[in-house]
Each structure stands twice: as C-alpha cells, then as structure tokens.
T-cell receptor
Framework: TQLLEQSPQFLSIQEGENLTVYCNSS?????LQWYRQEPGEGPVLLVT?????EVKKLKRLTFQFGDARKDSSLHITAAQPGDTGLYLC?????????FGGGTRLMVKP | EAQVTQNPRYLITVTGKKLTVTCSQN?????MSWYRQDPGLGLRQIYY???????DKGDVPEGYKVSRKEKRNFPLILESPSPNQTSLYFC?????????????FGQGTRLTVV
C-alpha cells in the first residue's frame, strides 16, 4: 500500500489569509492530483501535476510537485469563504489511484 | 449529461443481511472503482476494474465483492455486512490514461450497519 499523508488535517483561517497544504509520501508517483470535495458530493478534480518540480496555477491556487515525485503542496493566496471544503491529494502509480487523508479547510468571513 | 450514478444514496441495514450498491456511468469509461471514506482516513480503494470481466483488489477489499459484467455497471456487494462497514462509499469511473487520468465520482452512498 502506498500511503499519502496530508497536513494539516484541519485548518480554520480568516478571509484574506494565505495557507499551504502538504501531501507527502515515501513512494514515487507517476503523477499527483488534487481534488476538492463539498459536503454531500463526490470529489472533483482540480489539477494534475505530472513532472517533478512542476508548478501549476489556477487563479489563487498554486500546486507544486516535488522534484522526487513523492510530495506535493497546495498554496491558496487570499483565501475566500468559497474555498471552504475538503481538499484531497491523490497519487497515481500503476493502475491505482491512492488518496491522502484530506485537509478540511474552513475560511471565515 | 456525463455522470456516475450510485444507488441508494442512504441505506440502513442489519448485520448479516446481504446488500448491493449499484453504480452506473454513461461516459463509456473502461476504469471503475469503489472507495470508502472514513473520517481522517481519506478515500480508501476497495476494488477496481480495468475493463469488463477484469477486477482487482484495492487496499481494503475484505468483506466486499464486485462484478463487471457490463462496461457501464460496477455493483458493490456486501454478502454479510458488519458494523465496521458503516461508511460513506463512492464509485468512480475514468478513461484510464495513466498519469493524466481524471476520476469522476458519484454522489456517494451512506451506509449504516446496525
């Protein structure tokens, strides 16, 4: 079993603050993905990073894949209440998609 | 509309009573999988299927069965449910392209075994 550990598990911040969520593993993945899950719904893909050292930006969200392809980070700039949700990282290796434990983010107005 | 449909959305059952959770996708995806989601543990893969009649165990397959007789359907079967199988279950499908694969999830089935 390839494990992905996310930190922190919970994060409560004020609107306008910046934050970073980490996803770490001892295993190498061919790619890393980030999903966001709203209550009562299934996860929805935000981004896939495939190259070691790759950085992708989606508006205020910045995703990075570690050089060794074992870890990733999600940075949110100037968080807004609409960013509230569960953020999950997932690694692809072989025929399996393995998820981390998730980071529950709450952004208070 | 492209979607993954799970039924039922909510289910309360008793220990030992066989149940099936259905999953259907209309995107002609080869790859389908089942996950369970528990607080702090994220999504753990139960079984996956690369194509019709091809299924493989995920990380937590004990107590579950699956079948893939048709491309669009991938039911999850609990032959003798136990309370430790109380969880939120998600079915997902994707057109498996390796590292660029995007998984599309159903809305989940909340199962309670008493």
């Amino acid at each position: 079993t390839q494990l992905l550990e996310q930190s922190p598990q919970f994060l409560s911040i004020q609107e306008g603050e910046n934050l970073t969520v980490y996803c770490n593993s001892s295993s190498v993945f061919s790619s890393l993905q980030w999903y966001r899950q709203e209550p009562g719904e299934g996860p929805v893909l935000l981004v896939t990073v495939v190259t070691g050292g790759e950085v992708k930006k989606l508006k205020r969200l910045t995703f990075q894949f570690g050089d060794a392809r074992k870890d990733s980070s999600l940075h949110i700039t100037a968080a807004q209440p609409g960013d509230t949700g569960l953020y999950l990282c997932a690694g692809i290796a072989g025929n399996m998609l393995t998820f981390g434990g998730g980071t529950r983010l709450m952004v208070k107005p | 509309e492209a979607q993954v449909t799970q039924n039922p959305r909510y289910l309360i059952t008793v220990t030992g009573k066989k149940l099936t959770v259905t999953c259907s996708q209309n995107m002609n995806h080869e790859y389908m999988s089942w996950y369970r989601q528990d607080p702090g543990l994220g999504l753990r893969q139960i079984y996956y299927s690369m194509n019709v009649e091809v299924t493989d165990k995920g990380d937590v397959p004990e107590g579950y069965k699956v079948s893939r007789k048709e491309k669009r359907n991938f039911p999850l079967i609990l032959e003798s449910p136990s309370p430790n199988q109380t969880s939120l279950y998600f079915c997902a499908s994707s057109s498996w392209t390796g590292r660029d694969t995007e998984a599309f999830f159903g809305q989940g089935t909340r199962l309670t075994v008493v």
